[in-house]
């Protein structure tokens, strides 16, 4: 369990740059017009939402994991699992676990 804040902060920026990405490809497959250059790179990146999916559900363990050591409530565990699924948010969150881990629980953060 010495990895686990390690291992959650590469999940996060993962997640997180997949989510964004994602997005990204969504936007550009359903609101431009079809056959243009952006059309088509939206289409071609779909795949990037299975990729997220699979890794998010990692993600989710992790988090889950992390929040038990930390000793977190349910609303702050929820926080961690609803950042990845809202585009940016995990950026975010993923900042504010490390300023709080570094304060309340030192011994989670040592490498």
Known sequence: MTRLFPTYRVLALVVGVLL???????VAKYL?????????????LTPIWIIHGWIYMVYVVVAFLLSQKARWSMPQLLLLLVAGLVPGLI??????????????????VRT
């Open 20 to 26: 964004v990405v994602g997005a990204l490809s969504s």
């Open 32 to 44: 431009l017009e079809d056959g243009t250059a952006l059309q088509q790179l939206g289409d071609d």
């Open 91 to 108: 950026f975010w969150v993923e900042r504010r676990v490390v300023e709080r881990l570094r304060a309340d629980h030192p011994e989670l």
